[in-house]
């Protein structure tokens, strides 16, 4: 049974540009929620994703968007980076129709750098 | 607006031995649940055990056990017989049945020695 698996492992981008990452949920799981984790911190929640659409959002900017896919699958994009956006992005899954919800499984996270 | 609280940054304990990292949470909700979650030095985010505000008994995994005190709204871990491999961040963190979201407290950073 296949965990929550996240790309890429690592990333490096310059300031002004945009990036994508991606996930895919464990097996089973219909919801994914994005959280982004500062050095030092907890995390810290972003959106989240149900039927391809956002259900909630945290406090973020619009330069932070996502979709998900008919696979359950999904993708967190930001855009015009600023250097207080690296950080750890984590990726969790859960059960909304199996009325798991609440309990969230994390993937192995994107260490994403902007310099 | 949720809450959660971990007043402890860094806690030590020798292996075999047993320790408690204390949690407290703030809601307003009756349906939530409550996890600790362990994160070592690769970063993935592990579930170590989950408690549902409704359960009276208080949730154990294995070497893992947790004192829930509702209405002091308090929620800490027992690890018993600690390992090297405990060695890591522990986070606490709550779910209310109205949010979508995993609320976490700041971590406590475990260390385990010889």
């Known amino acids: 049974d296949a965990g929550v698996t996240q790309s890429p492992t690592h990333l490096i981008k310059t300031r002004g540009q945009q990036v994508t990452l991606r996930c895919s949920p464990k097996s089973g799981h219909d919801t994914v929620s994005w959280y982004q984790q500062a050095l030092g911190q907890g995390p810290q929640f972003i959106f989240q994703?149900?039927?391809?659409?956002?259900?909630q959002r945290g406090n973020f900017p619009d330069r932070f968007s996502g979709h998900q896919f008919p696979n359950y699958s999904s993708e967190l994009n930001v855009n015009a980076l600023l250097l207080g956006d690296s950080a750890l992005y984590l990726c969790?899954?859960?059960?909304?129709?199996?009325?798991?919800?609440?309990?969230?499984?994390f993937g192995p996270g994107t260490r994403l750098t902007v310099l | 607006a949720q809450t959660v609280t971990q007043s402890q940054p860094e806690m030590s304990v020798q292996e075999a031995e047993t320790v408690t990292l204390s949690c407290t949470y703030d809601t307003s909700e009756s349906d939530y649940y409550l996890f600790w979650y362990k994160q070592p030095p690769s970063r993935q985010m592990i579930l170590v055990i989950r408690?549902?505000?409704?359960?009276?008994q208080n949730a154990t995994e294995n070497r893992f056990s947790v004192n829930f005190q509702k209405a002091a709204k308090s929620f800490s871990l027992k690890i018993s017989d600690s390992q090297l491999g405990d060695a890591a961040m522990y986070f606490c963190a709550s779910h209310t049945g109205t949010a979508s979201k995993l609320t976490f407290g700041t971590g406590t950073r475990l260390q385990v020695t010889l």
């Open positions: 408690q549902e505000a409704y359960k009276q």
């Open positions: 994703y149900y039927e391809e659409e956002e259900r």
């Open positions: 969790a899954s859960s059960s909304l129709m199996t009325g798991g919800f609440m309990t969230q499984y």
